[in-house]
């Protein structure tokens, strides 16, 4: 179509989110304004993340985080860029990243109402040979009353007011829901802008697709193997599903919420927990998932109820399409 080629009246995410916001007047701005900021903190992490081989950011900074593992450079970078973006937004009081063993509590008068909780570079093992990494956030909020406290971002997962994540892939997509559908938006490099390309994602009811590290399976538990077993050798006539697994979560979510399917980080005797962090890994992508007509378990409930007692908790999680997380439900309440 002709009249495509100069388009001028494309959505962008500031417009879009502008738009959502006129509906609540009290939220005075506030919101679109740390969703700015947390816009620019994705554009440079993608610049320097398709940078990367070039600028010789890949690598390691000789600094461990607090989990113990390896800290890359580009995570390093991501980290104090994001911290920098959202505290000079004015509009948060307390941070929460992956990379740092304690909450940022920002002073006055740069504080605001808003909690941020993130990932600021996951699927770091994946920097070096070139696969999609991401940025995931979720956001909460405190009401003036009282000086911010840790409580108020150990909540539940429902109670976050708006989530999404960032993916660097062969194109940088950010995915977001303030609690009313998910909308997907692709950076135009040219233009420096998100523009809308994923209106209203729904994820479909039932997928084709597992997506697990099965490496794990001789630790795993009864339900959780019964199900790939289920999802491999079906006994009630139905196709074997396909198995995809990057490694990376946002890719491999990403993947699930457009072509539906399930992911599943489970518990396993090495790792009862799992190792999907609760506050800024599993709350994030269940938070989306339900928006998008999907579903999140942990293996004892629904992911979103979980109430998280330590910042860097972890648990493990199904999820993705409605059916499919069905199953593994019914597998989990067979076993009690
Ligand atoms: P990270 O935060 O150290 O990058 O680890 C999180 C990543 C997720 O992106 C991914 O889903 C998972 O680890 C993969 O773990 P595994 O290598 O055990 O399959
Ligand atoms: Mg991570």
């Known amino acids: 179509h002709a009249a495509d080629a100069h388009r001028t009246d494309l959505m962008t995410i500031t417009r879009f989110v502008l738009n959502e916001?006129?509906?609540?007047?009290?939220?005075?701005?506030?919101?679109?304004?740390?969703?700015?900021?947390?816009?620019?903190?994705?554009?440079?992490?993608?610049?320097?993340?398709n940078k990367a081989g070039l600028a010789k950011l890949i690598g390691l900074?000789?600094?461990t985080n607090v989990q113990g593992e390896e800290q890359k450079k580009l995570d390093v970078l991501s980290n104090e860029v994001f911290i920098k973006a959202l505290v000079?937004?004015?509009?948060?009081?307390?941070?929460?990243?992956?990379?740092?063993?304690e909450a940022?509590?920002?002073?006055?008068?740069?504080?605001?109402?808003?909690?941020?909780?993130?990932?600021?570079?996951?699927?770091?093992?994946?920097?070096?040979?070139?696969?999609?990494?991401?940025?995931?956030?979720?956001?909460?909020m405190v009401n003036d009353s009282h000086e911010p406290t840790l409580d108020d971002v150990l909540q539940p997962g429902k109670n976050m007011l708006a989530a999404g994540y960032c993916m660097y892939g062969s194109s940088c997509t950010l995915v977001l829901s303030t609690g009313e559908g998910v909308n997907g938006f692709t950076l135009d490099p040219s233009l420096g802008e998100f523009i809308l390309t994923h209106p209203d994602i729904k994820i479909p009811k039932k997928g084709k697709i597992y997506s697990v590290n099965e490496g794990n399976a001789k630790n795993w538990d009864g339900p959780t193997a019964k199900y790939v077993e289920k999802c491999k050798f079906p006994k009630d006539g139905s196709s074997s599903k396909s198995l995809r697994y990057i490694g990376s979560m946002v890719a491999d979510v990403h993947r699930t919420l457009l072509y539906g399917g399930i992911f599943l980080y489970p518990a396993d005797k090495k790792s009862?927990?799992?190792?999907?962090?609760?506050?800024?890994?599993?709350?994030?992508?269940?938070?989306?998932?339900?928006?998008?007509?999907?579903?999140?378990?942990?293996?004892?409930?629904?992911?979103?109820?979980?109430?998280?007692?330590?910042?860097?908790?972890?648990?493990?999680?199904?999820?993705?399409?409605?059916?499919?997380?069905?199953?593994?439900?019914?597998l989990y309440a067979a076993e009690e």
Do not use: W
């Open 88 to 101: 000079s937004s004015g509009r948060t009081c307390i941070l929460v990243s992956e990379e740092d063993e």
């Open 272 to 330: 009862p927990n799992g190792k999907l962090r609760v506050l800024y890994e599993v709350f994030p992508m269940s938070f989306l998932m339900e928006q998008a007509g999907g579903q999140a378990f942990t293996g004892k409930q629904r992911a979103l109820d979980l109430v998280p007692n330590k910042i860097h908790e972890r648990s493990p999680i199904f999820l993705g399409s409605y059916d499919d997380v069905e199953e593994i439900k019914a």
């Open 61 to 63: 900074a000789g600094e």
């Open 21 to 49: 916001q006129s509906k609540y007047p009290e939220s005075r701005g506030d919101f679109t304004i740390l969703l700015n900021h947390i816009v620019l903190g994705c554009k440079f992490v993608c610049s320097a993340v």
């Open 104 to 140: 940022t509590f920002v002073e006055q008068p740069k504080r605001g109402r808003y909690c941020v909780v993130f990932d600021p570079l996951d699927g770091s093992s994946n920097i070096d040979c070139g696969v999609s990494i991401g940025t995931i956030f979720g956001i909460y």
